[in-house]
C-alpha cells in the first residue's frame, strides 16, 4: 500500500512554503515570517536538485520580509544577508551585489561601497571563474561609486573656488577616485551590454579631464558597435557629446539620422527637424518634413505645441515660396484617411482650444493648409479665436483663405 | 550457574564482582568470565555484552561505546513505556509486559538470550575510527568478539551475546555507524528475522496496551506520539552521551515521517505471530476497547444524542462483533480478520447515522425538517435531534479544528538540538547548518512574535469538548431522537425505510489489500461529511472508515445478499 498521505519532512515543509506564499502574497508580513520561522529547517536538508533549494528561497523570502516589515532594521537586515552568504558559495557573489543594491537604496552608500570591495576581494577556487559575470558587476558597482564620490569632491572644490579657498587633500581623493573609477568603468562598457549609467559617468570624467577624443571614441563605439543591442540612448548621449563641443551639423545629423530611424518619435526629433531646416540642401529639408510628420503619428506628440509650430512654420515656407508643394502631397497621402480624425475632431478642437491656445493655433494652421477653410477643426478654432479678437487668428484666417485652394492643389 | 573448577584452588565456589566478572571465593581468582545482567535500564557494556576472551575495548578518545542496534531500540522503549505510564498506563506495562515482550523478541530473533550455533565463528565490524585509514585496515578483528562456543558450554543457555550473527561482511562495505552492527542490521537478510524499526516501536508500545487492555487505542496512542506526549520523532536526544549515532545508525533511528496507522498494526500482526504468542487476555464488554464502550466515547465525541448508543448497540449485538471471541486477539489463529477497534466502533456509528438519516443528501435533510416541525410543538420533552442544526456545529469547529490541524503539521519542527552526522567529516558542516537554522528561527521568530514554541497541549483522550452547560445550544448529546422515530406495534423504529450499500460486493484483500475503496465522489456529500468526522477524530484516511464500513453492512444485511435459493423442507427425511 502506498501511504501518500503520509506526513514526512519533505510534505510538512511543502506545506509550510506554500503558507509562506500564501502570507506574501497577500502581504502579511508577520505570518509570513513565522511560517518561515518553522521553514527555515530545511536546510540542514538541502539536498534537493531542484532549481530552486531551500537556502535559496530562504535567502529570497527572508530579503522580501525583512524589506517589508516595518519592524525590521537596517542592522538585522545586514546580520540576515551576511548569514545567507555564508550558506551558498556558488550564489555568494550575486548575494553580495543584492545586499549592496538593497544598501544604497537605503541611502547607506559607504556600506555599499564597502561590501562591494569586500565581495571583489573574494577568491574561491573554481568558482571565481564560475561567477565572473558578477564579479565583473561588482566591479562596475563599485566603478559607479568612485564616480560618485569624485564627483562629490568636485562640486567640494568647486564651493571652495568661489570662495577663493583651495584643500589639497580633497583634490587629491578626487583624483584618486577618479583614477579608481575609470578602470572599472572602462572595463564593463567593453562587454556587449546596455550600460547607459555607466556610459555616461565614464564620458563625464573624460570629459572633466580633457580627453575628448577618448570620450568620443566610446560613446561612438557605444553607439555604433554591432555587438551591442540597440540602444537609441547611445545616439542620444552621442548626439549630445558632440553639440556640447560644437561639432559641425553635418556629424549631428547623421546621428540623429539614426536615431530618427530607429526611435521617430524621440523627443530630439524637434531639434533634428529644426537642424534640417537650417540647411541648405534640399534633401535635407525634405527630411525634415518627413521627420516633423512622422513624430505627429505619434498619440505622446499630440500636444506637443513645439512640434505643430514646426510643421506650421515649414507649411508656410513651402506655400510662401511656392516649391515643393508636393512633398506635402506625398506626406499627407499616406495620413488623409485618419490624421483627421486622429487630430482634427471637433471634441479635439474644443479640447485643445479650452485648454491649450497657443495648441490650438498652431493646429488650426496645419489643418487649414491640409484639409482647408471649412474642416471641423479649422472652422470652430478660427472661429472661436476671431470672436475672441485675438489678432493673430485673424491674420491666420486671411492667410488659409487666400491659400485656401492649396489643399486643393494637394488633396 | 558455572560448575567449572577454579584453575588456581581446584574449589567450585563462584561469585559474581560488581563488574559482572565471575570469581572464585576461596581463591579470589577472577576469571574471563562474565555473567550477563539483564536489565532495562542502560548501563556501560561492560555488564551488559558477554565476551570470552579478548580485550574489552576501552573508550577510546571521546568516541564513547561500543553499542548495538538493540541496546539503542531497548533504550527507545524503556522511554515510551515511561511515557506510557506517565499518561496513566499501569506500571506492569513497562516491566513486565513490554519488557518481556522485548526479550522475547531479542531470543527470536537470536539477537540475545540463545544459544549459539556451535563453531561459528561470529564476527563483527566495528565502527570506522575516524582517524585511521579503513582501507589499509580492511577487517580490524573486532577486539570484542571473536565468539565462539562449543556444545559443551551448556551453561550458556541463559547467557546471552550480543553479537551480530552469521556471514561475514563483506569488506568492500567499510560503512560508518555509532553503533556496532549498524550496517548489519541494515542488510536485507533480515527479512524472516522481523527486523526491528521505530515504527515498530510503536507497535510493540501498542501490543503492550492491548495486553494489559488499556484504555488507549492504537489511533489514541499515535496521536500522542505526534503531540509529543510518546517519544519517538528525535528519541535518540536522550541516549546517553557516550552513545554516539552516527553514519548508518541515522537511517535506523532517525524518523522523518510520522507512522501511519496501518502500518503499526500490521508490524504488530507480524510481531504477535513472529514472537508465537498465545491468546491476548479477553475483551469483553466492561473493556474499554469494546465497541460498545468506545461508540459511546465517540459519540460523546462527535456531539450525537446518547440515544444513539442504544441503536450502536443493537448493531453491534447483530452482527456479533461484540463476542469475546470476535474481539480477543489470537495471533496464532490466521483465519480471523484481526480487530481495529477504534475504526470498528467509527464505522458502526457512521452505520447507525446511515439506518437513521439515510445520508443519501436528501432524506436526511427532510427528516431535518420533519424533526424542526414536531419540535415547534414539543413542549415537554427536551428538545430532538435536528440534523441540520448538528451539521452546521460540526462542520464549523471541524473546519477549524481541521486548519488548525493542517497548520501545524506545516509548522511542524523536525530537527532537534542534537546534531547528526553521517561522518565526521560532514561534522563541521552540519553544525554550521544548525547554528544558521537556529540564528534564522531567532531572528524570524521575534520578527513575527512567535519564539516560543507552542506549548504541547495538555494529553486529553477527547479532541472535541461539548458542554451541555452551553445555552447556545450546541451540544446534542441530551437530545431525543424522538423527532425522526416514529411508533410501530409499541416500538420505536426509525422513520426511514431504506438503505443504500456502499458497496454490493467486498474485494479480496489478497489480491488489492483491501476490502473496499473509498472515491469521494462516488458517494453521496453527507456521508463523505461523517467520514471526515471520524477520519479527522481517529487522525487516518477516510477510506479505512468506509472499509470498515462495508464489512459491517455485509454483515448485518448478510441474508439479503447472499440469498441461497429455497429448499422444500417436506423433502427431508
Known amino acids: ?411 | 550457574d558455572y560448575h567449572e573448577r577454579c584453575v588456581q584452588c581446584s574449589e567450585v565456589n563462584w561469585g559474581v564482582t560488581d563488574g559482572g566478572r565471575f570469581y572464585c571465593r576461596t581463591c579470589h581468582n577472577v576469571i574471563e568470565r562474565t555473567r550477563e545482567v539483564v536489565n532495562t535500564d542502560v548501563i556501560s557494556n561492560t555488564r551488559v555484552q558477554t565476551i570470552s576472551k579478548g580485550l574489552r575495548k576501552q573508550e577510546k578518545t571521546d568516541e564513547g561505546w561500543e553499542w548495538y542496534v538493540c541496546e539503542g531500540f531497548q533504550f527507545v522503549l524503556k522511554k515510551q513505556a515511561e511515557a506510557l505510564e506517565a499518561l496513566g498506563a499501569c506500571p506492569q506495562m513497562k516491566d513486565e509486559i513490554l519488557c518481556n515482550f522485548w526479550r522475547r523478541y531479542l531470543q527470536k530473533s537470536q539477537q540475545a538470550y540463545c544459544n549459539r550455533p556451535a563453531g561459528e565463528a561470529i564476527k563483527v565490524l566495528s565502527g570506522c575510527d575516524s582517524s585511521t585509514d579503513v582501507d589499509s585496515e580492511p577487517e580490524r578483528p573486532s577486539l570484542l568478539h571473536l565468539l565462539s562456543f562449543s556444545e559443551s558450554d551448556g551453561d550458556l543457555l541463559t547467557d546471552c551475546s550480543f553479537g551480530s550473527s552469521t556471514g561475514k561482511v563483506s569488506e568492500s562495505t567499510s560503512v560508518c555507524s555509532g553503533s556496532v552492527d549498524g550496517s548489519l542490521h541494515l542488510m536485507k537478510n533480515q527479512k524472516d528475522k522481523l527486523r526491528m524499526s521505530m515504527p515498530m516501536t510503536l507497535s510493540f508500545c501498542y501490543m503492550a496496551l492491548l495486553w494489559l487492555r488499556e484504555p488507549m487505542t492504537l489511533s489514541d496512542l499515535l496521536r500522542f506520539v505526534v503531540e509529543g506526549h510518546i517519544p519517538y520523532l528525535n528519541v535518540f536526544q536522550c541516549f546517553p552521551e557516550k552513545m554516539k549515532l552516527y553514519g548508518l545508525d541515522l537511517k535506523i533511528f532517525c524518523v522523518e515521517s510520522w507512522p501511519v496507522y496501518e502500518e503499526v498494526f500490521n508490524k504488530m500482526l507480524q510481531l504477535a505471530a513472529f514472537l508465537e504468542l498465545p491468546r491476548f487476555p479477553d475483551i469483553t464488554d466492561i473493556c474499554f476497547l469494546h465497541p460498545d464502550m468506545l461508540c459511546m466515547k465517540y459519540l460523546m465525541e462527535a456531539n450525537l444524542p446518547d440515544e444513539l448508543h442504544n441503536w450502536t448497540c443493537r448493531v453491534v449485538k447483530k452482527i456479533h462483533i461484540g463476542e469475546t471471541d470476535f474481539l480477543t486477539f489470537a495471533p496464532g489463529n490466521k483465519s480471523t480478520r484481526k480487530v481495529k477497534y477504534d475504526v470498528l466502533a467509527a464505522a458502526v456509528i457512521v452505520v447507525v447515522l446511515k439506518l437513521l438519516f439515510l445520508l443519501d443528501d436528501h432524506y436526511e435533510w427532510l427528516l431535518s425538517d420533519v424533526a424542526e416541525e414536531r419540535n415547534k410543538n414539543n413542549k415537554e420533552d427536551g428538545p430532538y435531534f435536528e440534523f441540520k442544526k448538528w451539521y452546521k456545529v460540526i462542520k464549523s469547529s471541524l473546519d477549524v479544528e481541521q486548519k488548525k490541524l493542517d497548520e501545524e503539521k506545516a509548522k511542524y519542527l523536525w530537527r532537534c538540538e542534537k546534531p547528526l552526522f553521517y561522518s565526521a567529516k560532514k561534522k563541521s558542516k552540519v553544525l554550521k547548518r544548525r547554528q544558521i537554522v537556529v540564528n534564522l528561527q531567532n531572528q524570524f521568530g521575534k520578527l513575527s512574535g512567535s519564539v516560543q514554541p507552542a506549548e504541547k497541549p495538555n494529553p486529553s483522550s477527547f479532541q472535541l469538548n461539548w458542554s451541555e452547560e452551553n445555552t447556545n445550544g450546541s451540544c446534542f448529546h441530551g437530545h431525543s431522537l424522538k423527532g425522526i422515530l416514529q411508533e410501530k406495534c409499541g416500538l420505536l423504529t426509525a422513520m426511514n425505510p431504506d438503505y443504500w450499500l456502499c458497496t454490493v460486493k467486498l474485494c479480496t484483500e489478497k489480491l488489492c489489500g483491501h476490502l473496499a475503496h473509498y472515491r469521494e465522489l462516488d458517494f453521496p456529500q453527507s456521508y463523505h461529511f461523517v467520514l471526515r468526522l471520524f477520519s479527522f477524530l481517529l487522525r487516518i484516511q477516510p477510506s479505512y472508515i468506509h472499509e470498515e464500513v462495508c464489512v459491517i453492512e455485509h454483515k448485518l444485511f448478510n441474508k439479503k445478499l447472499y440469498k441461497k435459493p429455497k429448499y422444500n423442507p417436506g423433502r427431508r427425511k
Open chain 1, 1 to 411: 500500500t502506498s501511504h501518500e498521505h503520509k506526513l514526512n519532512f519533505r510534505k510538512s515543509k511543502e506545506a509550510c512554503l506554500s503558507y509562506i506564499q500564501d502570507a506574501m502574497l497577500q502581504k502579511q508580513w508577520k505570518r509570513a515570517a513565522e511560517f518561515l520561522t518553522f521553514y527555515t529547517e530545511s536546510l540542514e536538508k538541502d539536498f534537493s536538485t531542484e532549481y530552486m533549494g531551500p537556502s535559496e528561497m530562504i535567502w529570497r523570502i527572508g530579503t522580501e520580509i525583512l524589506c517589508h516589515y516595518s519592524h525590521s532594521s537596517m542592522k538585522e537586515f545586514n546580520s540576515f544577508i551576511e548569514q545567507m552568504k555564508t550558506l551558498g558559495v556558488k550564489r555568494y557573489l550575486k548575494v553580495c551585489l543584492e545586499h549592496a543594491f538593497h544598501l544604497l537604496c537605503n541611502g547607506r552608500t559607504d556600506e555599499a561601497y564597502q561590501n562591494l570591495s569586500l565581495a571583489e576581494s573574494w577568491r574561491f577556487g573554481e568558482q571565481t571563474t564560475a561567477q565572473d559575470k558578477e564579479l565583473k558587476l561588482i566591479q562596475a558597482y563599485r566603478g559607479l561609486l568612485d564616480y560618485y564620490s569624485w564627483s562629490k569632491r568636485k562640486n567640494v572644490l568647486l564651493e571652495y573656488d568661489k570662495d577663493g579657498f583651495e584643500d589639497l587633500s580633497v583634490e587629491q581623493e578626487m583624483h584618486s577616485s577618479f583614477r579608481k573609477a575609470v578602470v572599472n568603468l572602462k572595463e564593463i562598457i567593453q562587454i556587449p551590454g546596455v550600460w547607459d549609467l555607466f556610459v555616461k559617468c565614464y564620458v563625464d570624467l573624460l570629459e572633466f579631464y580633457g580627453d575628448h577624443d577618448e570620450a568620443r571614441q566610446v560613446l561612438s563605439d557605444y553607439a555604433y558597435n554591432s555587438k551591442f543591442p540597440a540602444n537609441p540612448n547611445a545616439h542620444v548621449y552621442l548626439y549630445q557629446f558632440l553639440k556640447r563641443h560644437g561639432e559641425p551639423k553635418k556629424s549631428l545629423i547623421s546621428v540623429l539620422k539614426i536615431l530618427h530611424d530607429i526611435v521617430p518619435s524621440h523627443e530630439l526629433m524637434v531639434d533634428f527637424h529644426t537642424l534640417l531646416q537650417k540647411s541648405k540642401k534640399r534633401k535635407k529639408r525634405r527630411l525634415g518634413l518627413e521627420v516633423i510628420f512622422a513624430a505627429l503619428d505619434y498619440a505622446g506628440w499630440k500636444e506637443n505645441v513645439k512640434a505643430w509650430s514646426c510643421l506650421g512654420r515649414q507649411f508656410k515656407q513651402i506655400i510662401i515660396s511656392e516649391k515643393h508643394l508636393d512633398w506635402i502631397k506625398q506626406e499627407w497621402n499616406s495620413r488623409k484617411d485618419w490624421w483627421p480624425a486622429f487630430h482634427f475632431s471637433r471634441y479635439l478642437a474644443k479640447k485643445n482650444w479650452q485648454e491649450n491656445e497657443s495648441l490650438a493655433y498652431e493646429k488650426a494652421l496645419v489643418a487649414g493648409i491640409l484639409l482647408g477653410k471649412d474642416c471641423k477643426y479649422f472652422k470652430y478654432i478660427s472661429h472661436q479665436g476671431c470672436k475672441d479678437q485675438k489678432k493673430r487668428f485673424r491674420t491666420l484666417k486671411k492667410f488659409v483663405n487666400k491659400h485656401g485652394p492649396v489643399y486643393l492643389r494637394i488633396s
